[in-house]
């Protein structure tokens, strides 16, 4: 299980979670939970797990978020 923030994945070793994002991921989060009105939409284009666009739903009231991932082996095998 990776927990970061309010978000919570299960981790099956094959997905790519850079640690160091953190912050980055962190800065965003409060910035579109500054600016988005609550049950805003949100589009992540590139969320390779996830992530970033769970924790936008779970803290900054983001009610329909699209998350795109273009990989069509996530495993990146």
């Not at 099956?12 to 912050?23: M, Q, R, T």
Request: aromatic fraction near 6%.
């Amino acid at each position: 299980m990776y927990i970061e923030g309010k978000a919570r994945i299960r981790d099956s070793g094959n997905a790519f979670l850079n640690p160091v994002g953190k912050a980055s991921r962190d800065l965003s989060v409060a910035y579109v939970d500054l600016l988005a009105s609550k049950g805003s939409s949100l589009l992540d284009a590139t969320a390779a797990t996830g992530i970033r666009a769970i924790r936008y739903t779970k803290e900054s009231g983001i009610k329909n978020p699209t998350i795109l991932e273009i990989n069509p082996r996530p495993t990146g095998r």
